[in-house]
């Protein structure tokens, strides 16, 4: 078998490599996803010029795809991270050596942190302990369908806190996409409230970040479009939620409310107001992403399993990481962790 990687710029593929990509991308439901997309790729490059798709031919002919983004020291990292739900290699489902294809590349390692674990070429490059589930709202057979499996004290909730908030404010509403700017304003308004009110990375801050997700929120592409969905209580609006969709899928991306009505909890009552809404509209599959939040797995009736790891060129490399992992995992992290974590943890290397 001889392998050969051609390392290209994003906005350097053509005709006969988007039509490939398109084509590779209805191996599995996973790999469906709008995040593995053409579209989002290249968003990101005319956005970073660090990006890039390593091109890897098996026997002359293109069996896969690998977007990346290049870091310091030579390490590949996730395209578009970090808000990239899901990576991976975009192939036919040819057999070939990972660290070939990052050796080929010219790279010293290529980092990810959620690939579908059931990319065979990826499993060897696994950190233990990382598989988790990515919740999925299951809606083939329906919306109906999908709430008669729901537990009835989470639709009991539900309905009361909806009550609740109409009678205050007005009838719920549900407008699945806003082209309007001053929306999304919003939305980046309360999400940056919230990174500062729980100490997290102001995403927002980076340029290239806010260019990505506001070229995204008006792109309409058949493989990755985006859905600026808002929510409204009477005239106002309570919850505005971006995703991004592919055929049949719908991922979310970001999600924020007006937290003067959080007793309501407007979050879900907008995600169920978008799933009713995407079931009209032909959508079979919602991806919650793979965040272990609780809610996620009370409102989710499907999963599947991702994980993180890192494909090194190096063999000694890969071998000294990995052990390096162990030991600060096995004797440091696992002491420091409240019980609670722990249970989690182990519910985690469980599902592997």
Not at 9 to 25: D, H, I, V
Not at 112 to 133: C, K, N, S, W
Not at 217 to 232: H, I, M
Request: net charge positive.
């Amino acid at each position: 078998m001889t392998t050969r990687v051609t390392v290209v710029e994003t906005s350097e593929l053509g005709p006969r490599e988007a039509a490939l990509w398109a084509e590779f991308q209805q191996t599995s439901p996973a790999t469906l996803n709008p995040f593995l997309s053409l579209t989002f790729v290249q968003t990101v490059g005319r956005a970073r010029s660090n990006a890039r798709v390593a091109v890897v031919e098996v026997n002359g002919e293109i069996e896969a795809f690998l977007p990346y983004e290049l870091g310091p020291k030579n390490i590949a990292m996730p395209i578009g991270r970090p808000m990239n739900n899901l990576q991976g290699f975009i192939g036919s489902g040819a057999s070939f050596d990972a660290r070939s294809v990052v050796r080929r590349a010219g790279l010293r390692g290529w980092c990810f942190d959620a690939v579908p674990a059931e990319q065979m070429v990826l499993i060897p490059h696994h950190y233990r302990g990382t598989t988790v589930q990515c919740a999925v709202i299951d809606l083939t057979e329906g919306y109906e369908f999908y709430l008669q499996g729901r537990s009835k004290s989470l639709l009991r909730e539900a309905g009361r806190t909806r009550r609740n908030l109409e009678r205050e404010f007005g009838p719920i509403s549900h407008q699945w996409h806003s082209a309007r700017p001053e929306d999304l304003r919003q939305l980046i308004g309360w999400k940056s409230d919230q990174y500062v009110r729980t100490g997290q990375i102001q995403l927002f801050s980076d340029p290239t970040a806010r260019r990505i997700v506001e070229e995204l929120a008006t792109t309409g592409n058949t493989d990755c479009a985006g859905v600026l969905s808002v929510v409204f209580a009477g005239e106002r609006s309570i919850a505005i939620r971006l995703g991004i969709a592919g055929p049949r899928i719908l991922c979310g991306w970001f999600t924020a409310y007006d937290r003067e009505l959080a007793r309501f909890a407007p979050g879900t009552i907008g995600l169920f107001a978008l799933a009713e809404d995407a079931a009209r509209r032909g959508v079979t599959r919602f991806e919650l992403g793979a965040g272990q939040e609780t809610y996620k797995f009370r409102l989710a009736n499907k999963s599947y399993a991702v994980a993180s790891g890192a494909v090194w060129r190096s063999r000694g490399e890969d071998f000294g990481r990995k052990i390096y992992r162990r030991l600060i995992y096995d004797t440091f992290l696992r002491d420091q962790m409240p019980s609670w974590l722990k249970e989690l943890d182990t519910r985690r290397v469980r599902d592997r």
